[in-house]
């Protein structure tokens, strides 16, 4: 069976590392911080200037200046810090913050990213995103494989204005986990529990590859 | 000491005309000069560009700007979640230049530090990069991105003081203090505005050389767009 949302989550919090600074995407990639063990050394950064994210606050104790770069209410844990937006965007040049999750609305088998823009009809702005994928050593995206349309989201090329040109490593969707290889294409690496590889490869416009036995993923 | 103080927010924008640029810090509504934006509503300049990472939601913050039709241009990274807004950009009302979040924050920041361009990766063969110089160093390519012009920035700070000291709380702090040494007037607006010598000098985020005008703000609202908590009881 496909994947809910936690499920990506889940799945995309397997390959979280101790030591690592992470920054974590609006929508599903926020949910990863759901599924981090207790006592795991990771640290958490959002953008809009603060290292050491919590959870959300408990009801009534919101703070007005202290937000996400979803702009929801969070808190700060022991050791957090906040800095301003110069300082922020530093650090993720600087490949001080070792993983980046985000979603897309496609990524290609080379690992173009475009997940800001459709001409004509929705233009929200690219936020820190392009910064991210422009720097970012190891870049997943969690996403659904296919779009509302039932159209899949993993295409040969983007038809999508471009946030990022050859930058993804690996995705994460309700279908499977993937893995770039700019010359290669998709390696299918796991299957949501249940999914056929054949449906997989049936979802996925882009070059996919399968090698020998597909494992399911381990939730 | 240098004399900074002045009595409110409309004293505060002073010179400000139709047709200038404006830097607005902030980051969503977290950390935006409130007070100012009241006044610059009353005072009724047009045609203003504003360099901003959002433009405020429906009815508080930039919005406020964006219902009155003072604004033809907007500078920000990200734009969701204001109805007006889209109506405007989608009628071509209102011109909109996009671009990459980091670059917003250092074009400030080179402005604030006397540096013409540089070089950032953010945006490469993308269409932000149409037009662009693309220089390779090392054998990666970069962007060439100039440093931003602005006539006023509008700022918003915790805590102040007379000689235009600033200290941030929070994530209210984000583009708050490159905008602020970035302006070629900049008005810094305070929950608390002290005398001189009551701020520790070591924990001045923003020091008072980079602030013309200082005042403390009348009333904050400080509006949350997304109110997220977790029930009493949850473990951390």
Known sequence: MALDKNGIARRIAQELREGWYVNLGIGIPTLVANFVPEGFAIEFQSENGILGMGPFPIEGEEDADLINAGKQTITSLPGASFFDSATSFGMIRARKVQLTVLGAMEVSDR??????KI???????????MDLVASADN??????????????????????????????????????????????????????????????????AGRLIVEGDVPEMVL | MIRKVVANADLALDGLTDGMTLMVGGFGLCGIPENLIAALKLRGSRNLTCIANNAGVDGFGLGLLLESRQIRKMISSYVGENDEFER????????????????????????????????????????????????LFQGKPYLMEYAFEAD?????????????????????????????????ITVAEVEELVPAGMLDPNAIHVPGIFVHRIFQGAHYEKRIEQRTVRPKNTPL
């Open chain 1, 111 to 116: 690992g173009d990213i475009a997940n800001w």
């Open chain 1, 119 to 129: 001409p004509g009809k929705m233009v929200k702005g690219m936020g820190g995103a």
């Open chain 1, 139 to 204: 870049i997943i995206v969690a996403m659904q494989h296919s779009n509302r349309e039932g159209e899949s989201k993993l295409l040969s090329a983007c038809t999508l204005p471009l946030t990022g040109v050859g930058c993804v490593k690996k995705v994460v969707t309700d279908l499977a986990v993937l893995e770039i290889d700019p010359q290669r294409g998709f390696i299918l690496l796991e299957r949501a529990p249940g999914v056929s590889v054949d449906e997989i490869i049936a979802k996925t």
């Open chain 2, 88 to 135: 405007q950009m989608l009628s071509g009302e209102l011109e909109v230049e996009l671009i990459p979040q980091g670059t917003l924050a250092e074009r400030c920041r080179a402005a604030g530090a006397g540096i013409p361009a540089f070089f950032t990766p953010a945006g490469v063969g993308t269409e932000v990069a149409e037009g662009k110089e693309v220089r």
């Open chain 2, 152 to 184: 006023f920035a509008l700022v918003k700070a915790w805590k102040g003081d007379e000689a235009g000291n600033l200290i941030f709380k929070g994530t209210a702090r984000n583009f708050n203090p490159m905008m602020a040494m970035a302006g070629r």
